[in-house]
T-cell receptor, first 115, second 109 residues
Framework: ETGVTQSPTHLIKTRGQQVTLRCSSQ?????VSWYQQALGQGPQFIFQ???????GRGNFPPRFSGLQFPNYSSELNVNALELDDSALYLC??????????????FGAGSRLTVL | KNEVEQSPQNLTAQEGEFITINCSYS?????LHWLQQHPGGGIVSLFM?????KKHGRLIATINIQEKHSSLHITASHPRDSAVYIC???????????WGAGTKLIIKP
């Protein structure tokens, strides 16, 4: 099966709660990046995982955390949800080679609404 | 100043017109990506470029490394091309993707 699958597609949480978003990467891809896209804005880089290790992080607080599993699937966890966390969360997988640049495959996103 | 600048921000054209979207960047890059995002959020990677030109169907992407500039062209545009087109670059120093603000394209029948 090719492509990146994200789950859930939509969810609603309340302030202070915790959420886990999941991403299954495309077969053969060893790198997963997570992005947050607020309504009407461009995506913002949250972090990237390469072979189960965090490989870069954007300007997000520690309550945003992640994991990558041996099968290269990934989770994004957000604790103590705030209203501003409402956004579309996008996952992209890629095959990282020595040049660092490679084609990205995006999931359809998980739309989180925090009330 | 943003590291990746796109123009125009919005573009409305008639079906059949030739479309050009421009992207300029100010950092050292290892690659430039053109992406398409439809309403509802799904992002599709159209091209990854590190030099020259690529063509896929009616889409053509070019990059000039010396001038730090790339263009995305759509020939014989069609209403189904209506989407937000995003230019993003992978920096030399890390694998982070830096995004442009996007160009919202509307093709009218």
């Amino acid at each position: 099966e090719t492509g990146v699958t994200q789950s859930p597609t939509h969810l609603i949480k309340t302030r202070g709660q915790q959420v886990t978003l999941r991403c299954s990467s495309q077969s053969g891809h060893n790198t997963v990046s997570w992005y947050q896209q607020a309504l009407g804005q461009g995506p913002q880089f949250i972090f990237q995982y390469y072979r189960e290790e965090e490989n870069g992080r954007g300007n997000f607080p520690p309550r945003f955390s992640g994991l990558q599993f041996p099968n290269y699937s990934s989770e994004l966890n957000v604790n103590a949800l705030e209203l501003d966390d409402s956004a579309l969360y996008l996952c992209a997988s890629s095959l990282t080679v020595s040049s660092g640049a490679n084609v990205l495959t995006f999931g359809a996103g998980s739309r989180l609404t925090v009330l | 100043k943003n590291e990746v600048e796109q123009s125009p921000q919005n573009l409305t054209a008639q079906e059949g017109e030739f479309i050009t979207i421009n992207c300029s960047y100010s950092v050292g890059i290892s690659a430039l990506h053109w992406l398409q995002q439809h309403p509802g959020g799904g992002i599709v990677s159209l091209f990854m470029l590190s030099s020259g030109k690529k063509k896929h169907g009616r889409l053509i992407a070019t990059i000039n490394i010396q001038e730090k500039h790339s263009s995305l062209h759509i020939t014989a545009s069609h209403p189904r091309d209506s989407a937000v087109y995003i230019c993003a670059v992978t920096m030399d120093s890390n694998y982070q993707l830096i995004w442009g603000a996007g160009t919202k394209l509307i093709i009218k029948p």
